[in-house]
């Protein structure tokens, strides 16, 4: 180990170096962003043209000789017992070469029946059962009625707060267990399950004691001199991600080997799934990713569309393409589950709080883990802290992990407590976070995002300007703030290989989900061997690269661009060693502004530029490679596990609500994110945008419907499941600091989750500061608008 000099802190607000233990042969600690000539630069993406010309190529888009149309068929009943299915008559249709029944389930919690055997039990409608591969996808879709399957239907649940009664059918006989994913989700803990109601799952912050914190909170809401109490509801959320779910799969026979082109956020994590349902080893399984339309945390595994492309394409001896429609993606691959959040704050008279507590229900139909409580434990610094969570499972489709697990609906919740404590109060919402959140970046945020927002010219609820010919539309600002958490995967290595005609190539086995990550690394490389972004060539997608992570938790960049530097570094010290000799140097000679600096016989060499002195080595290539070192020995005051370790967001909010429609028009979202040194500001600010838009969409608009009588999705399409357009979206300022923390050789952190977390808080506080009344539950619909100004006005419920 040696020691490395870092900058520490904010840049603009405190920056100070600090010492850190570090494994020898590190590169030297970058300075801030406005030293670097690459890194920080707001440069466009390097695919973008590639993407708006149609060139970049998305899973629906392979092609391969022979391909086969692959269909599912899914269970028309929330709930039966499965006795047989029968495909013969289906293989007998024209165009069908396979017909398969899919052995086990994946992606609901797990009552320990999965591998016992066929599946015999329906939990939701829509759930996969068989699939058929065909010449074209009509002929696949005909075969698909040809199935015959003997369903005993069976009495099923899909209303949550049914599902909490003890008479209501049972979703699981046994107790279950749910394996998360790269982005979260999951639940391991044994916990107590009776009926439909699996928990609670106690929780409190970091290190402290859940009984006595529980009883601490108890004492301190009995005493505390102010305080609040109130329930609030959050919807299902689909990922709706613009690229549904697929794959196109291909065994090759002689090898026994399989290969598949899939719509993922980790190709490695495709493979590990696909090579332990089907038995075999993952050495004999490659998984290709070019580009990717979005997955927000419901793409890391082969799913069961996945097995069954693989299953269809072995029987079929073709290749499948298995690309599932917009209803099955809003059917059976995941949602963000809902939530039912009882909250209570205390505080002293000056707004210092005194308990945090949240109990409450998760909704996350037949899959486990619908948790909230992450806010709470980690937001505030408070004495008594004390979460309680249980799943209510249904007979509906399964939750998946979703851009920041748990949190828009645990700040929803938790951040309009905040600002109705603060009206008891009276005081101003910034000042009772500045009271209670001590997080640097944060606090930063809040700061620069009043200023730029004109915060201070706020009038209180229902106070505001009255906008129309009638004076019909009020406006209102509101704030809220989020977490997220600086998280590494040290499944992430890179090669770089620096060719003799001067070429350089990164590879490493990352992937692209829509956010751009090519361009980062690109940059990384470029910066350090000192050369433009355009000559380095990047590599990605493929499971026969150095592995990467999994593009999911916001881990991405934090993860693989230290790998990135480290890897080019090294083949930078190989080129200069090679060169060296070459050249006789008296020392290892340098890279600067394109070009090799060096000195031999005392005196300085002529600069060669950069391609002429690759191609002085005597060998085709040098080569770096790395893999992730776990972040470097890094401060951690001991609270909340460490400041340095979580990131901030703090979004302030205008709307307008039109009092006689109901309608909520957010017009001016100002965004004050952290993500460590932003390597790339232009795709930072893209990322923020797309986690608002998504906000404003949760905020308003979606909501997964299931018709209580049936069990059956009614809006399984993006007409009547509504996701914000483009005449919804805000106009967007973005404030990014840049916050150097000393942990890695670049020093990233993700940005993708924490920029959804607050924007459907910072809204509904935002509405209320409109219309002087509260709507605690999502979406905030022009019904619930006109529900909440009737029953102000005093006027019973229609
Ligand atoms: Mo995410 S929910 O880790 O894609």
Redo the contacts with the bound molecule.
Sequence with gaps: MSKLDVPVGIVGAALQDEQREVPDGTPPAWRESASLKQVGKSLPRIDGADKVSGRARYTADIVRPGMLHGKVLRSPHPHARLHRVDVSEALKMPGVKAAVVLPHLLGIADDGSAKQGAVNVVRYYGQPVAAVAAQTPEQAVAALAKIKVDYDVLPFVVDPNEARLPTAPKVFEQAVTARG?????GSKDKLNQVGNVRGPKRGAPKGRDVDKQAQQVTQALLAGPQGMRATYKTQVQTHSALETHGLVAEWNRSLDELTVWAST?GIFSVRDELAEYLGIPQSKIRVLTDYCGG??????GAGNYGVLAALLAKAAAAPVRLVLDRREEHLAVGNRPGSEQSIALAAAADGKLTAIEVKGFGFGGAGAGAGFGGPALSLYDCPAVYVEESDVFTHSGPLA?????GHPQGVFALEQAMDELAERLHLDPMALRDKNDSHPARREERKRTAAAFGWSSRTAAGQGPRLGKLGEIRRGTGMAQGLWYHLVSLDSNAEVRIHRDGSVELLTGVQD?GGGVRTPLAQVVAEELQLPIAKIKVTIGDTRLPPGP?????VTTASITPAAREAAYAAKLALLKELQGVLGLDKLPELTDGKLVGEKAGKPITALPFAQACARMRRAEVLGTATRQPDYGAPNNGKRGGFAAQLGGVQLAEVEVNTLTGVVKVIRVVAGHDCGRPVNPLLVQSQIHGGIIQGVSYALFEERRLDPRTGRLLNGNLEQYKIAGSLDVPKIEVILLEELRGRSSTDVSGI??PATVPTAAAIANAVYNAIGVRIRELPITPARVLAALASQRGETKP
Excluded: D, N, V
């Design positions: 994913s790269a982005g979260g989700g956020q997955g927000f945390g419901a793409k890391f992990a979703f851009r920041a697990p989900i999994g593009s999911g938790g916001s993708g989750e």
